[in-house]
């Protein structure tokens, strides 16, 4: 009973009977909670990596080789207090970077949990909404445009659908599917609507057996962001191993102790590599993602965050996000003798009420407001065609008693072109204009009864969907972030430009169609000269308010006839630079079809825009994924959100602000971490080097370089959950600023290393073992106070202040290292004075440090002031 090919050949009626299940009341929910323990979950099973194999993952490798070979080296010259230390700290690497790695695995997992897909699903006689992992063979389904098919089906019930299987197939078009056909598990519904009984779950579905076959390994696409990461932490791990070498060189020309030397270099190669990356910027992530996730927006992806924080124009849906999405019915216009309660019966008719559809959730609160509830039960819907972008209606042919009907309801000019010669063009599109300029999305309603040839136009019914509340202050905040909040709609230019009004968007709302490139303003402006010209000759006295009143009215006609009239080719048509300046200067976008999504961010992208584009439907998957950030809003299809980067979980434009919000504090502290990492690799190898080459002097002892190691790591961790501010301009990786600011703070590193060396050996003419311990401390303490020069582009005493838990990782860290040169542990003791000489030597270089960050801001940043 699990597998398709076990239903294949049968009819639907054998298919229901073989599955134990009945099409009117669907599974009983013990019986669907029994075959759940007989089939389990219909998911496929994800192969995870073994515990064990993550653990042992830590010690293979070329960084944790080092470590191992060090240790053995250690062992050989019998340096057991070395090699304990150097063990301790192999181990607490691997730990923290296991216990990271954990958190980021377990965030992604929680993310996961939340995009789970939905199922409508009739059990014990009604339909419910229920997670598509808990459906079994024999559950009665309904699948509709947009959803992702969530098993393998035998459609049951309905007219047709067109299901996209080129995930599975190849097939490039839609196929189209009747009753007695099978759906397989994650096609597309393309289009139609219709009842299905689930066959096969989970490995059992033609899909599962596919990945059965197939074990595809998708590596996750790296943002530019991660990319220039890596390329960091390779350019700083050829510089180490390079100066490393030459440190091994001059040892051998000075005839020194191989292994010793082999030890130290290997040791300070680990040092000075960034080992702490990969776990700091999954981390850094995952930290991001879990608190984009508590304010309802849910990642796809962990390094589409990257992509958020450096969009710069956002276009918006107006529908659900710049609007309450809940429609209310305004005062309805009818014709020809029809009452308002035929109207809104008749529109009732031409819906369906169990979908839930934004727009017809109004029809039926209607009714039941005024009691009209009893006499739709009379009505029979026998047909039901819901609507699509393309017939732009909705259709059902009803049954009362012996009689049949068809009705429809729809976009007023696709009504108006069905119906008979007798309705008056004219009147109907003059009352849908003026609720269009009032804000209102016009519904016309025509019913086609048995002894009609054509249908028969009922009346209008205008929708108002306000905007929401908090739209017109997020638009300003956006605006503040540097945000460019471009609406797109499907509504006409009127509603567009009266909602744009009101939230303080602008008014230079373009058509769709002028976007291609086809321009009818010039025949518009020309018209209206015309117009106004031959109203005064003959109308010699007429005032120039008359002539303006006439030609408005002329345009508009105009307006209307050259909505329809496809230009001439190669006529007022724009060139592709033109018509990119064209999509930048507009404040928003009406009549907008799925297609005309793709086409705006393609041209902004070539502009250079990263841009953002919110969608909801089947149709908007392209422009999702074509966006640098696609984000899914509230209740979007299946096949939006698998599409999107980001998924919201709530309705309105703020979810989106705030998402960019985090977004760029993320960013802001992977940054500041990279300059940390860039500066410290120079400052400790470049000193290492140079004072070994030129000074023939081992600044520092192995032991202690692991001990730096061990110190740094831990502070830099808590990183993730650093207070940063949030940039007012979208943030890119700007590699050159980044690689400049770091070497500069290396470089000033360097110097202060050799400054505390030069007091400690000419000055107070100290030992070599304490001179190593003074230098010790000081690079623990001036490495430490270098994550809170570069966390901040400001002055390290200006707000935002760092977060408890790096103020307090850092500050025990330097304590503990303080201790350890104070009482001598594994170092030569230098005593409570000396001690504070050095932290009183590393707070000075600290602040003339942050100065010279500010003046290296200020000088990389001067042409960009001035331009």
């Given at each position: 009973?699990g597998?398709?090919?076990?239903?294949?050949?049968?009819?639907?009626?054998?298919?229901?009977?073989?599955?134990?299940?009945?099409?009117?009341?669907?599974?009983?929910?013990?019986e669907?909670?029994?075959?759940?323990?007989?089939?389990?979950?219909?998911?496929?099973?994800?192969?995870?990596?073994?515990?064990?194999?993550?653990?042992?993952?830590?010690?293979?490798?070329?960084?944790?080789?080092?470590?191992?070979v060090?240790?053995?080296?250690?062992?050989?010259?019998?340096?057991?207090?070395?090699?304990?230390?150097?063990?301790?700290?192999?181990?607490?690497?691997?730990?923290?970077?296991?216990?990271?790695?954990?958190?980021?695995?377990?965030?992604?997992?929680?993310?996961?949990?939340?995009?789970?897909?939905?199922?409508?699903?009739?059990?014990?006689?009604?339909?419910?909404?229920?997670?598509?992992?808990?459906?079994?063979?024999?559950?009665?389904?309904?699948?509709?445009?947009?959803?992702?098919?969530?098993?393998?089906?035998?459609?049951?019930?309905?007219?047709?659908?067109?299901?996209?299987?080129?995930?599975l197939?190849?097939?490039?078009?839609?196929?189209?599917?009747?009753?007695?056909?099978?759906?397989?598990?994650?096609?597309i519904?393309?289009?139609?609507?219709?009842l299905?009984?689930?066959?096969?779950?989970?490995?059992?579905?033609?899909?599962?057996?596919?990945?059965?076959?197939?074990?595809?390994?998708?590596?996750?696409?790296?943002?530019?962001?991660?990319?220039?990461?890596?390329?960091?932490?390779?350019?700083?791990?050829?510089?180490t191993v390079?100066?490393?070498?030459?440190?091994?060189?001059?040892?051998?020309?000075?005839?020194e102790?191989m292994?010793?030397?082999?030890?130290?270099?290997?040791?300070?190669?680990?040092?000075?590599?960034?080992?702490?990356?990969?776990?700091?910027?999954?981390?850094?992530?995952?930290?991001?993602?879990?608190?984009?996730?508590?304010?309802?927006?849910?990642?796809?992806?962990?390094?589409?965050?990257?992509?958020?924080?450096?969009?710069?124009?956002?276009?918006?849906?107006?529908?659900?996000?710049?609007?309450?999405?809940?429609?209310?019915?305004?005062?309805?216009?009818?014709?020809?003798?029809?009452?308002?309660?035929?109207?809104?019966?008749?529109?009732?008719?031409?819906?369906?009420?169990?979908?839930?559809?934004?727009?017809?959730?109004?029809?039926?609160?209607?009714?039941e407001?005024?009691?009209?509830?009893?006499?739709?039960?009379?009505?029979?819907?026998?047909?039901?065609?819901?609507?699509?972008?393309?017939?732009?209606?909705?259709?059902?042919?009803?049954?009362?008693?012996?009689?049949?009907?068809?009705?429809?309801?729809?976009?007023p000019?696709?009504?108006?072109?069905?119906c008979?010669?007798?309705?008056?063009?004219?009147?109907?599109?003059?009352?849908?204009?003026?609720?269009?300029?009032?804000?209102?999305?016009?519904?016309?309603?025509?019913?086609k009864?048995?002894?009609?040839?054509?249908?028969?136009?009922?009346?209008?019914?205008?929708?108002?969907?306000?905007?929401?509340?908090?739209?017109?202050?997020?638009?300003?905040?956006?605006?503040?972030?540097?945000?460019?909040?471009?609406?797109?709609?499907?509504?006409?230019?009127?509603?567009?430009?009266?909602?744009?009004?009101?939230?303080?968007i602008?008014?230079?709302?373009?058509?769709?169609?002028?976007?291609?490139?086809?321009?009818?303003?010039?025949?518009?402006?020309?018209?209206?000269?015309?117009?106004?010209?031959?109203?005064?000759?003959?109308?010699?006295?007429?005032?120039?308010?008359?002539?303006q009143?006439?030609?408005?009215?002329?345009?508009?006609?105009?307006?209307?006839?050259?909505?329809?009239?496809?230009?001439?080719?190669?006529?007022?048509?724009?060139?592709?630079?033109?018509?990119?300046?064209?999509?930048?200067?507009?404040?928003?976008?009406?009549?907008?079809?799925?297609?005309?999504?793709?086409?705006?961010?393609?041209?902004?992208?070539?502009?250079?825009?990263?841009?953002?584009?919110?969608?909801?439907?089947?149709?908007?998957?392209?422009?999702?994924?074509?966006?640098?950030?696609?984000?899914?809003?509230?209740?979007?299809?299946?096949?939006?959100?698998?599409?999107?980067?980001?998924?919201?979980?709530?309705?309105?434009?703020?979810?989106?602000?705030?998402?960019?919000?985090?977004?760029?504090?993320?960013?802001?502290?992977?940054?500041?971490?990279?300059?940390?990492?860039?500066?410290?690799?120079?400052?400790?190898?470049?000193?290492?080097t140079?004072?070994?080459?030129?000074?023939?002097?081992?600044?520092?002892?192995?032991?202690?370089?692991?001990?730096?190691?061990?110190?740094?790591?831990?502070?830099?961790?808590?990183?993730?959950?650093?207070?940063?501010?949030?940039?007012?301009?979208?943030?890119?990786?700007?590699?050159?600023?980044?690689?400049?600011?770091?070497?500069?703070?290396?470089?000033?590193?360097?110097i202060?290393?050799?400054?505390?060396?030069?007091?400690?050996?000419?000055?107070?003419?100290?030992?070599?073992?304490?001179?190593?311990?003074?230098?010790?401390?000081?690079?623990?303490?001036?490495?430490?106070?270098?994550?809170?020069?570069?966390?901040?582009?400001?002055?390290?005493?200006?707000?935002?202040?760092?977060?408890?838990?790096?103020?307090?990782?850092?500050?025990?860290?330097?304590?503990?290292?303080?201790?350890f040169?104070?009482?001598?542990w594994?170092v030569?003791?230098?005593?409570?004075?000396?001690?504070?000489?050095?932290?009183?030597?590393?707070i000075?270089?600290f602040?003339?440090?942050?100065?010279?960050?500010?003046?290296?801001?200020?000088?990389?940043?001067?042409?960009?002031?001035?331009?």
């Amino acid at each position: 009973m699990g597998e398709t090919g076990d239903h294949d050949n049968r009819s639907v009626d054998e298919t229901l009977k073989a599955l134990r299940t009945d099409k009117e009341s669907g599974l009983s929910s013990d019986e669907a909670a029994r075959r759940l323990q007989q089939y389990g979950y219909n998911e496929i099973p994800e192969k995870e990596e073994s515990t064990l194999h993550r653990v042992l993952r830590r010690f293979w490798g070329p960084i944790p080789g080092m470590i191992e070979v060090a240790a053995l080296l250690s062992a050989v010259v019998r340096r057991w207090d070395d090699f304990v230390i150097i063990m301790i700290l192999l181990f607490t690497n691997a730990f923290i970077d296991f216990w990271q790695e954990s958190k980021a695995l377990n965030a992604l997992k929680v993310l996961k949990g939340k995009l789970a897909k939905k199922a409508l699903v009739l059990r014990d006689g009604r339909f419910q909404t229920v997670d598509a992992r808990e459906l079994v063979p024999g559950d009665i389904i309904k699948i509709k445009i947009g959803d992702l098919v969530p098993a393998d089906v035998r459609l049951i019930e309905g007219d047709f659908i067109q299901a996209d299987q080129s995930a599975l197939t190849g097939e490039s078009l839609p196929v189209s599917k009747k009753p007695g056909d099978v759906a397989y598990s994650n096609t597309i519904v393309k289009q139609g609507e219709m009842l299905a009984v689930v066959t096969s779950t989970a490995m059992d579905t033609f899909f599962g057996k596919t990945v059965a076959l197939v074990a595809r390994a998708q590596r996750e696409e790296k943002s530019h962001f991660q990319k220039a990461v890596i390329h960091i932490g390779n350019y700083l791990i050829i510089i180490t191993v390079m100066l490393a070498a030459v440190i091994l060189i001059t040892a051998m020309f000075r005839h020194e102790n191989m292994i010793e030397i082999l030890r130290f270099t290997l040791v300070l190669t680990v040092a000075a590599i960034p080992v702490a990356l990969p776990a700091v910027l999954s981390v850094t992530m995952a930290v991001g993602a879990m608190n984009l996730a508590k304010k309802q927006a849910i990642v796809s992806r962990l390094v589409s965050i990257e992509e958020l924080a450096g969009v710069d124009v956002l276009c918006s849906d107006k529908t659900g996000t710049l609007t309450r999405n809940r429609m209310t019915v305004s005062d309805p216009v009818t014709f020809y003798g029809h009452t308002v309660e035929e109207l809104m019966l008749y529109a009732a008719l031409s819906s369906s009420e169990e979908n839930k559809d934004p727009i017809e959730v109004p029809i039926f609160e209607y009714l039941e407001k005024n009691g009209l509830t009893k006499e739709l039960k009379q009505y029979q819907q026998v047909k039901f065609t819901p609507f699509d972008p393309v017939s732009k209606r909705t259709e059902a042919l009803v049954r009362n008693g012996d009689r049949t009907f068809l009705v429809t309801k729809g976009a007023p000019q696709v009504i108006l072109d069905l119906c008979g010669e007798r309705t008056d063009r004219r009147e109907v599109l003059e009352k849908v204009e003026a609720f269009a300029e009032k804000g209102f999305r016009t519904l016309g309603v025509a019913v086609k009864q048995p002894e009609d040839e054509t249908l028969e136009l009922i009346g209008l019914l205008p929708l108002f969907d306000p905007p929401r509340e908090d739209s017109k202050e997020t638009i300003e905040e956006a605006k503040r972030l540097g945000l460019n909040v471009k609406m797109v709609t499907g509504d006409n230019a009127a509603i567009a430009k009266h909602i744009a009004r009101i939230l303080g968007i602008g008014e230079n709302i373009l058509d769709a169609r002028e976007l291609k490139g086809a321009n009818n303003r010039e025949l518009v402006l020309l018209g209206q000269i015309i117009a106004r010209s031959v109203y005064r000759k003959l109308a010699p006295d007429a005032t120039e308010e008359d002539a303006q009143e006439m030609a408005s009215g002329i345009v508009k006609e105009l307006e209307r006839e050259l909505r329809d009239v496809e230009l001439p080719k190669g006529y007022v048509k724009r060139h592709e630079s033109e018509i990119i300046e064209v999509i930048e200067d507009a404040d928003g976008f009406a009549q907008v079809f799925p297609e005309d999504k793709y086409f705006i961010v393609d041209k902004l992208q070539k502009a250079g825009h990263i841009v953002g584009m919110t969608g909801d439907g089947v149709n908007d998957a392209p422009a999702l994924k074509k966006a640098d950030a696609g984000i899914a809003v509230s209740g979007a299809t299946d096949a939006a959100r698998a599409a999107a980067d980001l998924v919201l979980l709530a309705p309105g434009l703020s979810v989106i602000v705030d998402a960019v919000k985090g977004a760029r504090v993320t960013f802001e502290r992977m940054k500041s971490y990279s300059l940390y990492r860039i500066a410290e690799t120079i400052r400790v190898i470049l000193f290492m080097t140079a004072s070994i080459v030129i000074f023939n002097f081992y600044p520092v002892t192995a032991i202690m370089i692991i001990i730096l190691a061990f110190l740094n790591d831990l502070p830099i961790l808590a990183i993730a959950y650093d207070r940063t501010r949030v940039d007012e301009e979208p943030v890119r990786w700007n590699m050159g600023e980044v690689m400049s600011i770091s070497t500069v703070l290396g470089v000033l590193g360097v110097i202060a290393s050799f400054g505390i060396f030069y007091i400690a050996e000419e000055y107070m003419h100290l030992s070599a073992p304490v001179v190593q311990s003074f230098i010790f401390l000081k690079l623990a303490v001036a490495g430490h106070l270098t994550i809170f020069i570069t966390r901040t582009e400001e002055h390290f005493w200006r707000r935002p202040h760092p977060a408890p838990i790096l103020l307090w990782a850092a500050v025990l860290t330097k304590a503990l290292a303080t201790l350890f040169v104070v009482y001598g542990w594994f170092v030569a003791p230098i005593g409570w004075k000396n001690a504070l000489l050095v932290w009183a030597y590393a707070i000075v270089w600290f602040v003339i440090n942050d100065f010279v960050k500010i003046w290296t801001y200020k000088l990389l940043r001067k042409d960009r002031i001035v331009a």
